[in-house]
Nanobody, 114 residues
Framework: VQLVESGGGLVQPGGSLRLSCAVSGSFFSIGTMGWYRQVPGKQRELVAA???????NYADSVKGRFTISRDNAKNTVYLLMNSLKPEDTAVYYC?????????WGKGTLVTVSS
């Protein structure tokens, strides 16, 4: 199973980015999918998650600004990030749970700076 993130980059405060994560490999279905982020010296933290049925969960710090979605036919999860702040700067990691096992992408860097 492989997870490949895309869509990171440099954006000004107040701007938007959309991250994508495509999951490939041999499996029947994907359970919960999510996005985490990590800055140097801190633990990786949950940003948002979405179940196979579409139920979502967000960190308080991103509620109202970020939207997670998934396309089950494409085995892809998205994270739309609006009103970005400098404190959103981090490496963002995609996560997928398949048959009870956590799989991770390699991460994509998001930098919010003027």
């Amino acid at each position: 199973v492989q997870l490949v993130e895309s869509g990171g980059g440099l954006v000004q405060p107040g701007g938007s980015l959309r991250l994508s994560c495509a999951v490939s490999g041999s499996f029947f279905s994907i359970g919960t999918m999510g996005w985490y982020r990590q800055v140097p010296g801190k633990q990786r933290e949950l940003v948002a998650a979405i179940t196979i049925g579409g139920t979502t969960n967000y960190a308080d710090s991103v509620k109202g600004r970020f939207t997670i979605s998934r396309d089950n036919a494409k085995n892809t999860v998205y994270l739309l990030m609006n009103s970005l702040k400098p404190e959103d700067t981090a490496v963002y990691y995609c996560n997928a749970i398949i048959r009870g096992i956590d799989y991770w992408g390699k991460g994509t860097l998001v930098t919010v700076s003027s």
